[in-house]
Structures are given as structure tokens and as C-alpha cells.
């Protein structure tokens, strides 16, 4: 069983090529890897591991290890704590996937982010010294041969589409999980998932880490291919939360908001495209919520073309509150949106926002990227403030009428060295607009970070 096999066709061992590394791990599936002669990885022995002559009933182990460094000038527009020399984030996470049988599964994660060097201390996504990131069982039940119905219940990741407003947070060190149920049917070409949760706290101690008993997330999103539109998709859903303290430019309270969206998606002939919109409705302290967004994503990419030159622009709207004087509240919130949400910087987040986000990338090989972005950034309503991405107020509207808030140029490079090592680069610029000169400190921001992930 522990044994590396090879082979001697070349085709074959394409054909035979495992499984790829998921951004969820939970998603990977081994169970090819019963047969001796697919085992070509050093690490593929542990990647079926079976229980005497039961090919259902087998282990999975794996594992990640990333080194980050990041370097700020004038952080926060030069707002806070300041740091000359820059810090290191480190992250390890190892995982057991214990499937008993076809429809019965365990899954265990273990996660320690660490951080070194920072003025002013680890942020909260930054530092969990040891703690548990997933644990949960499956039951499955197979209603017909295409249909199905999974059970899980337990800590877990959840993400869906194009995680604007669900994600795992991964470009922070520490990921986001969940505590709670989901169910998920597929059955006639849909897949639906619906979910009861309260989301995970990150904090810094050992198995230190339970559920925000002030934050409840539940929801339901379904996506099934659009037959008339070649490669393309469409995404239903719904979000709720109910949150016991929330703070915006208007102040802070209880809120209860809904989120009901679609998204539109697909790749055909070298156009890739991604429009999504949301309208959020519900309660902020003795106000109701009015809130929304809009947002896409489209590219063309030159197949044929040296480089393989691929083109792009993003736009996104996301509303603030016209009025902080009435009872009413306009902002958007993205829930628990992706980190580098606009960018690696993660200096700004998605509400009260207009954003314009031309982009280019350049492939040299199927390994080596090269991508370079210019984002530009407005207020929607010059009467709300500016957000960052955990949806925490950054600075007040009351003091500026401009609406111009900056633009950042971005540079990055990746580099796939092979199935488990990869390398990237990141330079980026935030020019300070009107809106934050006005707000003082102003300042121009430079970024840079470089990392290496590690995959087993």
C-alpha cells in the first residue's frame, strides 16, 4: 500500500495524474488512488490509506504550510501604528478525511497562524496559535443514481460563487469557518445548499477559538448550467444574518439583513464573464435596511496569441447611506466577503463603493503568471463613510464632500513550481484621492508581500 509505483507510458501517466488541490480541501477526492498504478506522488500513499479488503472505508491525510511577508508604507494612509521593516505571517494546517463506506465521512482540520514583527500587533485574522478550523460528518443518501442528499454537521468552510459575499478568507492567515448544519441536494441539474451557522471567532490562545454567540448565519444557494447559453451558469440565493452589534457610518446596533442575489456565469470562446447583483432589505436598530449592489467581472482571452494575453475589467457598485440623519440605513454589507477583495492590500472593502478595475495578464508558460491591475475608487454617497473588509467602519463621511477616493495600480507574479510549491510576488501603489486628503492622514500607501505555499 505504501509503495510508489510508475509507469512507462507517458500518456498513461497524464491519464493517471491525481487529483488537483482544492481551495477547500473537503472537496479533494482520493478514491482513485485505490489502484497502485495511479500512486506516482510522494505523498500519495497517504492519500489512500485503506482498512483491510473494504475499498469504501479509507483515509485521506494532507496538509498545507504558507510563509507570508508583508510590508506597509503609511498603512491605513498613515492612519495608526506604523512599521518600517514589515512582518512575517505564517500558517500551517493539516487535515484527516476518514470516509467509512460511500456515504458516511469524518473530516477533521487543524489550523496554527502565526504572526512575527508587526507594530501594533496581530490583527485577528492574523495570529490562532492552535485551534481547530473543521470538524464535521457527512451523511449521505442517494435518492437515485444522478440525485442526492448530503447531511453535515459541525465546524466547516463554506463558500459560494465567486465568494463576494461567503468565503473562506483566504488570503488572511487565518481562514474563516462556521459552526452549524448544511444540507445539500442535488438532484436535476441543481445543486442547493442551505446552511443554519454562526460563524467561527478567530482568537489568538489555544482551542480558544468557539461560535459568535452574537452572530447568526443561515442561508440557501442554488446554481444550475443554462442550457441556451453555452458554458453558461446561473446562481439563486439567499442570505440571512442577524448581528447583536453591528457599526456604521450612521452608529451602531442590533441588525437583522437579508440578502437575495443572482449571479451570471460562464467562459465560451476565450470570453469568460461574471455579473451578480443584490438587494438587501431588513432592520438596523429602529430603521430599516434599503441596500444593494451590482457587480461583473468579464475578460477575453487571446488563445492564440503570444503570452496568451488575457484582458479584463471588473466594475462594482455598492450603496451607502444617503441620509445618517434619518432612522434608515443604506449601506451595503458583504457578509463575510473574500480577503484581497480589490486587492491584496486589503486596505478598502465593498460598501459604499464604485469601483473600476481595468486589468492584463500574461502567461509565459502554463506556470508563470504575470499579472498587472489599476483600480479606481469612488463613494457612492458622499454622506456615508469609507468600510473595510469586515464591513468596520474606516473613516467617517461627515468630513469631506469628495467622492474620489483613489486609485491603486497593482503588480503580481506567480509562479506553480510544481503540483505542491508555489510562489507570488505582489507590488501595489494606493494613490491617495481628494476624499482621504481631505479626511487627514492622506498619505500614499506602497505595498509589497511575497510568499510560498507548500501542499500535500
Not at 482513485?32 to 506516482?40: G, K, M
Not at 500558517?91 to 502565526?114: C, E, I, N, W
Not at 488570503?171 to 445543486?191: C, E, I, K, M
Not at 430603521?287 to 479584463?312: C, M
Request: hydrophobic letters at 35%.
Amino acid at each position: 500500500m505504501f509503495n510508489i509505483h510508475s509507469t512507462a507510458c507517458g500518456a498513461d501517466t497524464a491519464l493517471q495524474s491525481p487529483p488537483p488541490y482544492k481551495q477547500l480541501r473537503y472537496d479533494e477526492d482520493y478514491s482513485s488512488q485505490r489502484d497502485p498504478e495511479r500512486r506516482h506522488d510522494f505523498f500519495d500513499p497517504i492519500k489512500y490509506i485503506r482498512f483491510d479488503d473494504l475499498a469504501d472505508y479509507y483515509l485521506s491525510l494532507g496538509g498545507e504550510v504558507r510563509e507570508r511577508y508583508e510590508y506597509f508604507a503609511n498603512y491605513n494612509w498613515g492612519k495608526g501604528p506604523q512599521d518600517n521593516n514589515g512582518y512575517l505571517l505564517q500558517r500551517y494546517m493539516v487535515h484527516a478525511d476518514l470516509h467509512l463506506g460511500p456515504d458516511v465521512r469524518l473530516f477533521t482540520q487543524l489550523k496554527s497562524g502565526l504572526e512575527d514583527g508587526r507594530n501594533g500587533g496581530a490583527r485577528p485574522p492574523d495570529r490562532d496559535d492552535f485551534d481547530l478550523n473543521q470538524a464535521f460528518i457527512d451523511v449521505t443518501g442517494h435518492i437515485s443514481t444522478d440525485n442526492s442528499l448530503m447531511l453535515r454537521l459541525g465546524r466547516q468552510e463554506l463558500t459560494f460563487g465567486s465568494s463576494r459575499l461567503v468565503s473562506v478568507r483566504e488570503s488572511p492567515n487565518v481562514r474563516q469557518s462556521f459552526d452549524g448544519a448544511r444540507a445539500t441536494l442535488r438532484v436535476g441539474g441543481w445543486n442547493i445548499d442551505s446552511f443554519l451557522t454562526r460563524p467561527v471567532e478567530t482568537n489568538p490562545g489555544i482551542f480558544d477559538d468557539s461560535s459568535d454567540r452574537s452572530r447568526l448565519f443561515w442561508g440557501a444557494y442554488a446554481v444550475h448550467p443554462l442550457p441556451m447559453v453555452p458554458g453558461g451558469h446561473i446562481d439563486l440565493y439567499y442570505f440571512g444574518i442577524e448581528r447583536d452589534q453591528a457599526t456604521y457610518n450612521q452608529g451602531s446596533g442590533r441588525e437583522e439583513r437579508h440578502s437575495i442575489g443572482t449571479r451570471l456565469w460562464g467562459e465560451a470562446k476565450g470570453l469568460d464573464y461574471n455579473f451578480e447583483a443584490v438587494y438587501q432589505f431588513g432592520s438596523f436598530r429602529t430603521g430599516d435596511i434599503n441596500a444593494w449592489t451590482v457587480a461583473s467581472d468579464t475578460g477575453y482571452t487571446f488563445k492564440s496569441a503570444p503570452l496568451t494575453p488575457r484582458l479584463g475589467l471588473k466594475a462594482d457598485v455598492a450603496s451607502g447611506d444617503g441620509n445618517p440623519g434619518d432612522s434608515d440605513l443604506g449601506t451595503f454589507s458583504a457578509l463575510f466577503p473574500k480577503g484581497a477583495y480589490f486587492s491584496e492590500t486589503d486596505l478598502i472593502g465593498p460598501a459604499n463603493i464604485i469601483d473600476l478595475h481595468p486589468s492584463i495578464e500574461l502567461h509565459f508558460s502554463h506556470k508563470i503568471k504575470l499579472s498587472a491591475d489599476w483600480d479606481f475608487f469612488w463613494r457612492e454617497s458622499t454622506r456615508d463613510g469609507i468600510y473595510g473588509i469586515a464591513v468596520n467602519l474606516l473613516r467617517s463621511g461627515q468630513q469631506s464632500d469628495a467622492n474620489y477616493i483613489g486609485s491603486q495600480p497593482q503588480a503580481r507574479l506567480d509562479w506553480e513550481i510544481n503540483r505542491h510549491l508555489s510562489m507570488a510576488l505582489v507590488y501595489a501603489h494606493f494613490f491617495a484621492g481628494d476624499y482621504l486628503k481631505q479626511t487627514p492622514p492622506g498619505k500614499d500607501v506602497d505595498y509589497g508581500s511575497a510568499w510560498a505555499t507548500y501542499k500535500f
